[in-house]
């Protein structure tokens, strides 16, 4: 219920541009790209998102949330360096590329900047306001370090001392990121019928970009989803975490992912481990199921990769002597 609330909002914020006749909508959007009206480019690339986007309306809360950043982000580097939005010059997009590098943000993350101001100008095409295009030869360096190893899982000891001192909610959800491999908003939306611990199954059904999958649990998830299920099985209350309720049929009281990084963040404090947010317990997850398997095509269809590129790069890796024992006898 929520999130069809929050749609139809978006929806109808998205009609204040979409409904407009097409020369008031030239007018409006020049107008904004003039004054550099950051409200209303906001609003204008949240509306072409809701109506043109791959995804339109179904466009993640956490994208448009991204974008919206990424939007204003630009617009503050635009009007501190006096570009014209509407005529921008030929080094205008390189030049905030090279000022991100500048500042110390790393290739990905200018990466996602720079969807972020393209999907902006998108949003002024669309609307009749420019036919300017800057950021489409715009090159950006690539970052040859893989991401598991910038970023590496948490290890075996640091998530047995986290267990050690969580409560019974932290637990469970550690369990489901570390080995079901969940990402947290897909966590968060599991419903008890989603649980299956007799036949150890999980039923993700708000994947990334919509795709629902099932996930084998692990014994010790299944465990510890018994357990879960004989202290807050439907028929209580509705949770809260003091500022939103979720729904009765929902498995956590957590009803946002930052509700949920602060309990975690608490426990990993108590256990003296550093918290460095869900995505590590994923990687390990992804980790230790490669090394038992060997085949990084199981392992991508386990966390939801629709490539094993991006299992490959961002979340398993194999010993660097793992072939040794394969290579006995040659």
Do not use: W
């Given at each position: 219920m929520t999130l069809d609330h929050y749609r139809g909002d978006r929806l109808t914020q998205a009609q204040t541009w979409a409904g407009l006749p097409d020369d008031e909508l030239r007018r409006r959007a020049v107008q904004a790209a003039g004054e550099k009206d950051v409200d209303g480019l906001i609003a204008l690339t949240q509306a072409y998102l809701t109506h043109e986007g791959a995804s339109g309306l179904l466009t993640s809360p956490r994208t448009v949330e991204a974008y919206?950043?990424?939007?204003?982000?630009?617009?503050?580097?635009?009007?501190?360096?006096?570009?014209?939005?509407?005529?921008?010059g030929r080094r205008d997009a390189s030049s905030y590329v090279a000022a991100m590098l500048s500042a110390g943000r790393k290739p990905a993350g200018v990466q996602l900047k720079v969807a972020a101001a393209n999907c902006l100008y998108r949003a002024l095409r669309w609307a009749g306001a420019t036919e300017a295009d800057p950021f489409k030869d715009v090159k950006i360096p690539k970052d040859r370090t893989l991401g598991i190893v910038k970023r590496p899982p948490y290890q075996e000891d640091e998530l047995a001392d986290v267990l050690d001192h969580?409560?019974?909610?932290v637990k469970f959800l550690l369990f489901l990121t570390a080995h079901a491999g969940l990402r947290i908003s897909e966590a968060l939306a599991l419903t008890w019928e989603d649980l299956d611990e007799a036949n150890r199954r999980v039923h993700v059904r708000s994947g990334k970009g919509r795709k629902e999958r099932l996930v084998a649990m692990s014994t010790?998830?299944?465990?510890?989803?018994?357990?879960?299920?004989?202290?807050?099985a439907p028929g209580g209350p509705e949770h809260t975490d003091g500022k939103r309720t979720t729904p009765r049929d929902r498995v956590?009281?957590?009803?946002?992912?930052?509700?949920?990084?602060?309990h975690l963040d608490k426990a990993f404090q108590v256990a003296g481990v550093k918290f460095r947010g869900f995505h590590p317990g994923r990687k390990y997850a992804g980790t230790r199921l490669?090394?038992?398997?060997?085949?990084?095509?199981?392992?991508a269809a386990h966390l939801g990769h629709e490539s094993i590129d991006t299992t490959r790069k961002g979340y398993a890796k194999l010993a660097t002597d793992d072939l040794k024992d394969d290579l006995v006898g040659w």
């Open positions: 919206t950043l990424g939007v204003r982000q630009f617009l503050d580097h635009a009007t501190s360096n006096a570009v014209n939005l509407l005529r921008p969580a409560d019974v909610h010790s998830l299944a465990r510890a989803t018994r357990h879960y299920r004989g202290l807050y956590f009281r957590y009803a946002s992912p930052m509700t949920a990084r602060y490669l090394q038992q398997v060997k085949d990084f095509g199981r392992v």
